[in-house]
């Protein structure tokens, strides 16, 4: 039989998971399924309600039916920290036991509350000694517990937590095809949340730079439904597109969505613009987004004007071989959606 690894992805609004059997080449999408989770269960990418979101895996596994409970789960919020550092060359254990010691003083969270993991970028010499470059993640270990328990409580067997965003680089991430061999970093990924943007930017699959924002794209319901009058609900389906009976029309919110989506674009700009500025000879030539935020009509447009890069959308789909058993306009809808929970499920290596 094939081995399959699944992803699970948790965002503010569902729960996601995708199966691969990676038994062949390219990885073959073999299920996939979503369900709701309940307002305020994950508020900004952070488990609040452990029982809420273990009854929403629980509903997910036999919806989605998924042969196997092991799962690759994801994280990305505002209590996990991303640096670059530079550190004298030691074997891998010696390594890990003095990493903590060694970036104590560069990481906002106190050393014993964080759980700490790094990716070698390069090595080279610094006056005479060996030297390297790592990117180091920490994270709330508290954080990291309320996700991995929410899992536990739903019967499934968390076989690790990767970071978001290098889920995103694996998944839609490109081979550095078509970007200007002299660019650093030529390619960022970007992530539309509910809550949560997630940004990567990465040289020909390693990832240089890391960003977590906290908005996403119901802060532009929450300000629709502010200056509308409305619910959210209803404001949901205005930025949607979709017509509401006795409520304001398209026309009317217009206005809102459109500032609204600019300020999350800024943001986005001011990320990719610092990465530039604290990296010598860098130039992000193309992003590419994904997540349901990245739906909204004209989001990718806008950006494509705010920043010097191509812009388009992400196809998680391109890397893997889809037999999903789902209508093309299906697939299509939920392409952006799976980015994450596909991207956890592919091999690091």
Not at 109 to 120: F, G, K, M, Q, S
């Amino acid at each position: 039989m094939a081995k399959t690894r699944v992803g699970l992805d948790v965002g503010s609004t569902a729960v996601r998971a995708a199966e691969l059997s990676i038994g062949s080449d390219p990885p073959t999408l073999v299920r996939a399924a979503q369900v709701p989770l309940p307002p305020g269960a994950v508020e900004s990418g952070e488990v609040k309600d452990i029982d809420a979101v273990a009854g929403a895996m629980k509903e997910l596994w036999q919806r989605g039916g998924f042969k196997s409970k092991d799962v690759i789960m994801g994280v990305g919020n505002q209590r996990l920290v991303v640096r670059e550092v530079t550190v004298p060359a030691l074997p891998e254990k010696e390594l890990r036991e003095s990493l903590r010691f060694q970036v104590a003083d560069m990481i906002p969270i106190p050393i014993d509350d964080a759980v700490l993991d790094y990716d070698i970028l390069e090595e080279h010499e610094q006056d005479g000694q060996k030297m390297v470059r790592l990117l180091v993640v920490a994270a709330q270990r508290e954080m990291l517990e309320q996700l991995v328990q929410a899992a536990v409580r739903a019967k499934l067997n968390p076989v690790g937590v990767d970071l978001i965003p290098f889920a995103l680089v694996r998944s839609v991430g490109g081979d550095g095809m078509g970007l200007d061999e002299a660019d650093a970093g030529g390619e960022a990924v970007v992530d539309v949340g509910a809550d949560v943007t997630a940004i990567a930017v990465h040289e020909r699959g390693a990832t240089r730079f890391v960003r977590i924002l906290p908005s996403g794209s119901h802060q532009i319901t929450k300000a629709m439904a502010s200056s509308l009058g409305v619910p959210e609900d209803q404001a949901e389906a205005i930025k949607r597109g979709q017509p509401v009976n006795g409520g304001p029309r398209s026309e009317d919110a217009k206005p809102v969505l459109e500032s609204r989506a600019q300020a999350l674009v800024d943001e986005i700009r001011s990320s990719l613009d610092f990465y530039q500025a604290q990296t010598p000879g860098a130039r992000v030539s193309r992003v590419l987004m994904t997540g349901g935020g990245s739906k909204l009509s004209g989001l990718i447009e806008l950006l494509g004007r705010r920043v010097s890069a191509h812009v388009d959308r992400g196809r998680p789909f391109e890397k893997v071989a889809v037999r999903l058993k789902l209508e093309e306009k299906d697939l299509s809808e939920a392409e952006p959606l799976l980015a994450v929970a596909v991207g956890l499920a592919l091999p690091t290596e």
